[in-house]
């Protein structure tokens, strides 16, 4: 724990935003330090967002959706469109660069009425503006057509857009995983649990007070996603723009269920409800449906009833037959809109020094040129940028015991046997794969699991939660009464054998 | 890699992987290997410090430990060989088994396979349960591992969710620990485990018991802090009025053990939706040929008794297949569940040979009668779902079939 830390940039939130800032950053001759309140990168709307890459109809789709209800409908040719064209193929890139498994899909958007024929015509024009792979295929399909590419679809279906290449599944987390481990690599410093408590000059130099001591830093970048208008109220470096909040709910399924449908499955949205189902990169079909909300609360992460029934209908509607009793797992996730709808990246009016980023959704593919942006913007702000030398822009992931061959498992084995230990026997993970998560800063049960994959399986941890409680305690030398879920006052076992009776 | 030759694989050496590996050697096998996951054989039974076990098979009153230590002395006596800390990956077509383990990759080439895995426990997620997704939300099981070998308590304000025998254990075995069992939360208006365990760890303990309710919340943004529960209807859903809030830092769920069949699912093995397990035949074998199964993964037991006497047939027939191939078929007697019966094992029943039955019954019920066919009959005074029933059928009694007849429904007819 450091009393006083200096940096020359200091980011504030370890989300996709500041973790693709660092990854940037760590080109330089830069000390750059990054703080996280969390007990772990990817804690926030990044832990919860479908993350996928855009580009096509998909990121029509998603400008569509997200203007839903502005006069004047979606504008294809604002600096956020532009911005996601322009970044798709750099992202693409560091996925191969950064070792990140994702596959390539497509996206068929559904109608069961010959109303809504025109806009989903109007969004395949679109589509193929804004497209990076093959803008030709995208193209109407009638329902004999559907039924051949998507046979467990709704036969209420008439219709559809079908733009078979215009995603790029992946884990979010892995990216965001990715992204720090190759800055961390090129010299960033990271802290977890570490808050931003107060802001304050000293000598032409920022003064952080955190509740770990304080840092001294030129500039800030305040990359905190849903606190992103509080911590610059607290640097009083917030110029015009406000926040709303909305959430989704999302249900995973049975990986027995892979190959149920092929490509990312929707609807237009109606009457604010928006359905989807999709395959993700693991395999496990998800599905995210129901009402986009503004909600009030953008801490409460709680699931309804109401909302999973809502799910569940609207599932249904896509794939007559997914099955409730098939879901393994649902959460929630919030996420937030701005009032100018558009990317925020800029240095406050009230202190250049303190840069505020809001990525607009969809934030994953837009990014890694928003860092771009923001080195751009601390040069012109007086930061000196000097390229390193020996910056190396690859990172290898952790390996994955369960997609190897036999060969290749046996070959691990060899080099280490703890890779021969499976821990988690639902997903297949080892002890070594653990470990490595654990070198890579995991710190709490899951960190373990966004990383390896452990404990996502369909006993939820049943069986593989001691054993992660245990080579936790072991590897980072804490009792197992200060193991946690997820950081702050998640411990997981409160009480030794016999405490409570010595109470008594 | 390795690759080895064995006559006889049993996968998971639990209660039943025990029993059936022991009565496989005792047959003459020459290699019968069991392949476990943990450093030790003896599965969850290390962890059921409670006493109840073996009264029947034994004729003594054990704890869990003291039974499987039986089984894993006369294992080691008998010869049986073990691959321990060994995870079975997969199994392939031609009857591989491939297992990994510190070693390395191995191929197993057994002529028989006997599926013994267990079964694993529902979840929280699977139940669709509202709220949030704190720490402190644990499966019955789980927290009895935590509890009894690893010697961590987790929580001292307890909820249990279910009152199945395992969520009934724990609520005592937590109040001998000085944890506040606040709540017993069932859905049914009856409870789910053994009336043993009904008297024995929540009467005896005074731990309040709500039944006809569930619980309709989870709170807490880190840790769970509290529970919402609600009466529920005769559809099992709230009842509008009827929520209240109980304080606790911990809930534990008891609410069912699912048979964990995803390596029968590679080999393409018939699995019956109601059991959750494998269709077998009355030498417990499956769907596939030289496959055979027992214990809690074909069906979930109530007594470790069962589990042993129904792994030991399996062992039995696995050593005859091992040694002499595949028996000359014979028509079966299809085995079907009637009235107020949720299922009946074995699905098929050979004509040759004795045969043990086991059911389970879908609703409470009293004075009733057991009718199979007309070869078995019984009167009982009250039958439970979570009290198997057993029926011993003798060579005779199955040759007492008529030849024309190859079904058999059990019922359970009310006497009023």
Known sequence: MNKNIEADVLIIGGGVAGAAIARELSKYKIDTLLIEKSADVSMGISKTAHGYLYTGSEMVYSKILKSRGKKGGPNFDDSHSKSLIESFPIAHDLLHQLDVPHQHAGSVIITKTEKEFPLLEEIGKHAKEMHAFDKDAVRMIDQKTLREIEPNITPDAIGALYDPECILDMFPQEFVFALVDNAKENGVKMQMETEALGFSQENGTQVVKTNKGYIKTKFIINATGLSADSVADLAGARDDWEFTFTRHQIALYDKRLNGLVKNHIRTIPQGGLLNLVSPMHEGNLCSSCGPKDVIKDRWDLSTSKKSFDLMVYGANELVPSLSEKDIIATFVGNTVSNSRDAHIVEPSKKNPNFINVVLRMPGFTPSPLVAAWVVDLLGEQGLKLEEKTHFNPTRKGIPKFAELSNEEKDKLIEEDPRYGHVICRCETVTEGEIIEAIKRGATTVQGIQFRTRAAMGRCQSGFCGPKLIKILSDELGIPATEVTKKGGDSRILLYRSKELLKEA | MIKQEIDVAVIGGGPAGLATAIKAKEAGVDNVTIIERADYLGGLLHQCIHNGFGLFYFNEDMTGPQYAHRFIEKAMDTGVDSMLKSMVLKILPNRSVVVSNREGISYLNPKTIILTMGCRERTRESLRIPGTRPAGVFTAGTAQRYVNLDGYIPGKEVVIMGSGDIGMIMARRLTLEGVNVKAVVEVLPYVGGLIRNEVQCL?????????????????????????????????????????????????????????????????????????GGPVVNSRMETSVQGVFAGGNVVHVHDLVDNVTWEAEQAGAFAASFAQDGPPPATPDITLRAGENIRYTLPHKISREGGVTIYARVMEPQIKVRLELGDIYSKNKKIVKPSEMIKIELSEDDIKNIDEKNNKLVLDCKSRE
């Open chain 2, 203 to 275: 009467h005896d303990f005074d731990i309040p018991i709500y039944l006809k309710h569930t619980v309709t919340n989870i709170h807490g943004p880190e840790r769970i802090n509290a529970v919402s529960i609600a009466e529920v209807d005769d559809k099992w859903q709230p009842i509008e009025g009827t929520e209240q809030k109980i304080d606790c830092d911990t809930l534990l769920l008891s609410v069912g053990l699912i048979p964990e069949n995803e390596l029968s699912r590679d080999l393409g093995i018939e699995l019956d939706p109601i059991t």
